[in-house]
């Protein structure tokens, strides 16, 4: 569905777009955002800005340049409005591994490469933990860093709805493994399970199996 106004913006779907026209030629293009006064302040930049051009006058930045960590504040509030108390503080319990990285970034130069970087320096950092010393790679659990591309592909979502982007680079990054190595019961094992049986009946289930 589309819907123009007075001001040359039409939206489509959450994001607004301007259209105008200027000496018999026509301008059209996505402002990447679905917040009415933002989108109107951008095309009205665009719009001096090609008149400026045509006038040989210096021009204003065209982009909308928007950082990480300005995103992420405005996610947050989201976040604390719309959902649960426990969604608020397990995206700020995630989030403080890849904020001091992303923060000062623009969200427009954040690519799926940066992500998959980040994930492997999280991979790195795990493995190292003390808990893991001595344990090989497939006995080691990477759940919480799951959860952080995941927290970062839902935080991207919200940004691509904001107009601040137009996809996803944390999406389709495929998931470091969670499954610990199963463990076979030894013989000593079985034997202790055996003789913690309280009854009879007990003991001949556990030896069955």
């Known amino acids: 569905m589309k819907t123009k106004n007075k001001h040359n913006l039409v939206k489509r779907g959450n994001i607004y777009y301007y259209r105008f026209e200027i000496d018999k030629k026509l301008y059209q293009g996505t ?46 509030k989201y976040i604390n409005q719309y959902k649960t108390k426990k969604s608020y503080y397990d995206v700020n319990v995630y989030a403080k591994h890849f904020l001091p990285l992303f923060s000062n970034l623009e969200i427009i130069n954040i690519d799926r490469n940066k992500i998959k970087e980040y994930q492997t320096l999280r991979r790195s950092e795990v493995l190292k933990l003390n808990k893991n010393k001595n344990k090989k790679e497939s006995e080691i659990s990477f759940r919480t860093v ?64």
Request: glycine share 2%.
């Open 31 to 76: 402002t990447k955002t679905s917040d009415y006064k933002t989108a109107l302040q951008i095309a009205s930049i665009v719009k001096s800005d090609i008149i400026k051009g045509f006038a040989g006058l210096p021009m204003q930045a065209k982009s909308h340049k928007t950082l990480f960590l300005s995103a992420f504040q405005n996610y947050l």
């Open 146 to 209: 799951n959860i952080e591309i995941a927290t970062l592909s839902h935080f991207f979502n919200f940004c691509i709805e904001k107009g601040y982007i137009d996809k996803n680079p944390a999406s389709h990054i495929k998931k470091l493994n969670e499954l610990s190595r199963l463990k076979t019961l030894s013989d000593d094992d079985i034997q202790k399970l055996i003789n913690s049986a309280t009854n009879k009946l007990t003991k001949d289930i556990i030896t069955f199996l």
